[in-house]
């Protein structure tokens, strides 16, 4: 929402477009920069990122080297994290384990963005009966509660890590529409686009120009959050065996698996879990810390 | 009011019509032919031409969807292709118990995230805030089932082996006897706790700071009394939309705990329907829960209209 305030500076002149925005998130970063919480999360963050990418650098053993004579082994000087059932290095599983999360988070955020918000965008914009039918249909997906109807449709699909990607991404995109809309209905009141209205401008021009410009601050927001999510109920899917085929290093399949050692071998359960909670944890704290940081009252 | 009541019971009909639908579809997403998805993959070409008779799976969707309906209506929700019986009496048995765990979960989490939240707003900015609410961000950023598995290796391994005992403190899966409740209700209430927590702390902040408040600690009410008194009755109402909220959640994340507990709940019947790509089964748990999340929220919006009337006028 501060996007706002910035860019309608923005559209005032040719070379005021170009510092306001940059002014804003000057102030943002400064802003987040003072909150501890913000800090450690954006730290977390870029951990699971770093991982993510550099995860065959860093394993230090073969994550799919089965070793059954080293079966649920504890942790040790060789195996940092244990072996799981198979005798595979956990450390390494897990580290593997980020990259697929990692992509499952950004594509599913994606798919819930890129459907999402521009249908919020044209439901806000439109009004009328173009409103009224987005958001009815975006309300029937609302109706379930989300990890019902991404079990639904990774129950009908068959079991996959795409299909599970794909569901979750499904039902983030109400949420998208929802505050698209909402930001949309806000800034289409601004006198700045009644002024360009007034002149002739196209309607797509409008909104790709002015109006969607100004939205992004909610929708990175969100997503930081919905990163979180996405992450959660993929590895609830995955720990349900609705997700990776079993032998791929998911978190929440290793979960799944090692639910059975639980008694004998309580690591295998411990660290998958651990990961998935400091991810998530990360992008909550960072998302929080975003919100805070562009809420133009904090800026006050 | 009654006015409000009716337009919102309105509203969730073509909610309800709609979810219905998406729920009637989903079986044509599954790859193959619905009718041997509905009658199992096991079963006799007879009985998969009964089936296809039945659904009229001839017949154009807007009449298929029509049949659908009228057979949901009258409660006949096909027949498991796994046990045989019928769908609605396989729910009959479970929801019972799926209820319980969400009903006993809320309560916990209601009676702990609640005075957590007072507490931190109470106590803005001191430690005691910080420490509440990194428990109430670490609630929500854990997942329920491992937080489930968690509390297995906790009380049948740590705990048993700290006291000496050779068995576990509580039965770490199944149901029957209170102590079988105690860890799927923990497990499932974390989340909801912190998310109350959360949310009295934010409510009790914006209402420790209006003008009446200040006037009662002026006119020397004493704090416990402005507090508990004025603050939280004040504070409750967008407090309880949220409780309420969170029972219809909790029957999703009741999947996920009965899972791990082996909970013998519709969440499980749910997962395990999974694995025997039991369709009518599947359609009929994932029907039944969201009809009831979607009577929940109304049920829920209807309450908030009657604690804070400005809302039946906007």
Redesign the interface.
Known sequence: MTASSGSITARQGGDVAVRAPRSNLNMTLRRLSRSPGAILGAILVAMFILIGIFAPALAPHDFEAADFARARQPPSAEHWLGTDELGRDLLSRLLYGARLSLVVGLISVGIGVLVGAPLGLISGYAGGRVDQVIMRLMDILLAFPSILLAILMVAAFGPSLTNAMIAIGVVSIPVYARLMRGSTLSIKEELYIEASRSVGTPSHHILTRHVLPNTIAPIVVQSTLQIAVAIQASAALGFLGLGAPPDVPEWGNMLQKGRTYILSAPHIVVFPGLAIMSVVLGFNLMGDGLRDALDPRMAR | MTQYILRRFLWAI???L??S???FW??R???GDPAIAIAGELATPELVEKVRAELGLDRPLPIQYGIYLGRMLRGDMGTSVRSGLPVLEEIRIRLPRTLQLAFFSLLLAAAIGIPIGVLSATRANTWIDALSMIFA??G????I??LG??L??FF??TLPSWLGLNQPILPPTGAGTWQHLVMPTIALAANSMAIQARMTRASMLEVLRSDYIRTARAKGVPEFSVVYNHGLRNALIPIVTVIGLQF??L???A??TE??FAWPGIGRL??DS??YRD?PV?QGT?LV??VG??LVNLLVDVLYAYLDPRIRYT
């Open positions: 073509p909610v309800l709609g979810a639908f998406l729920v989903s079986i997403w599954v790859p961000l670490l929500v950023s854990m997942p089932f491992w598995l968690m297995i290796v049948a391994l219809g959640t029957l999703g994340g999947v996920l899972t791990v749910l997962v999974i694995g369709y599947i994932v829960i969201t999340f979607v």
